[in-house]
């Protein structure tokens, strides 16, 4: 492992320890955990978590795609963060996937279709309603996101990869938080992320890599409605209005916001904070936006 995927664990733990400490498991939550999605029982598991109220019920779905630099993350960190999502009327599914330097791309898509495939296996067993499955994801769980419904809905793009999706399946609406969608390795400022790289990708990164990663280059007209969120304190800022901007260009529906202001700069992925009230306010306006589309 480099020095640099070593420092980001240990850095991002220590912030997500700080942020939730003290947290539980809501009263009202229901919640199914350790479940084994695939052939790797470290690292391909899931939980599931529903509100107690509803029980017996289908419920529409969230699956969530966990953020941190493709090479940190897990459910356990966004359990607290899934959990309130389904306080909102959800079956929310939140998955650990395979990360670098582990395991290299593209791991993380074929990990992501898995789940989507066993939300469909068992939408009996968890009252899933499939036909209204939505993602979300935040920093690189956007990124992931955003590929795979690329994946879903471009079949040229499509053809890339070895894995299929269920068939005919394209998400019913995404939500992309604080999310990248444009790879440009070679720009000064992308130090960080070049390393990285160069541990998630078995070309290091080459320009092939970064037009194959790159969001922005395969979406059409075929993908869903999206949720799109950036923060005034967020270090990806810049890359929202770019995605805004292809969506306009591809007509995909989508609803666009940037969360704080001057004296209120909130931070990349706020939202995941389940003691602010500015992450309540995000996230209420995302459930909404898919309880739209299961009337």
Wanted: aromatic share 14%; glycine share 6%; proline share 5%.
């Amino acid at each position: 492992m480099s020095e640099t995927s070593d420092m980001i664990r240990r850095n991002f733990k220590a912030g997500d320890d700080v942020r939730d400490a003290g947290l539980t498991t809501p009263e009202e939550i229901q919640r199914f955990d350790d479940i084994v999605y695939g052939s790797d029982q470290d690292w391909q598991v899931l939980d599931v978590y529903r509100p107690k109220a509803a029980q017996g019920k289908k419920l529409p779905v969230i699956v969530s795609v966990h953020g941190g630099a493709w090479v940190y993350g897990d459910k356990e960190r966004y359990q607290f963060y899934c959990m309130d999502l389904a306080k909102r009327g959800f079956a929310v599914v939140n998955f650990t996937y395979r990360l670098a330097p582990e395991f290299q791309f593209p791991a993380p898509l074929e990990d992501t279709n898995l789940v989507f495939s066993w939300v469909f296996a068992h939408e009996e067993e968890y009252g899933f309603d499939t036909e209204h499955v939505f993602g979300v994801g935040d920093s690189a769980g956007a990124h992931l996101l955003g590929l795979y419904t690329c994946i879903c809905t471009n079949a040229e793009y499509a053809k890339e990869y070895a894995f299929q999706v269920p068939e005919g399946f394209v998400p019913t609406a995404v939500a992309l938080n604080c999310g990248k969608y444009r790879m440009a390795l070679q720009e000064a400022s992308e130090e960080q992320t070049r390393k990285v790289m160069e541990e998630f990708l078995p070309e290091r990164g080459s320009a092939r890599e970064q037009e194959l990663i790159t969001v922005l280059n395969h979406v059409t007209e075929h993908f869903p409605p999206v949720f799109l969120m950036t923060a005034t304190g967020d270090f990806l800022k810049e890359q929202a209005p770019r995605m805004a901007k292809k969506l306009a260009d591809c007509d995909v529906p989508f609803i666009y916001r940037l969360y704080g202001d001057k004296k209120n700069r909130l931070p990349h992925v706020f939202h995941c904070d389940m003691r602010s009230e500015d992450a309540r306010y995000c996230n209420d306006e995302e459930c909404s936006f898919f309880k739209g589309f299961c009337r």
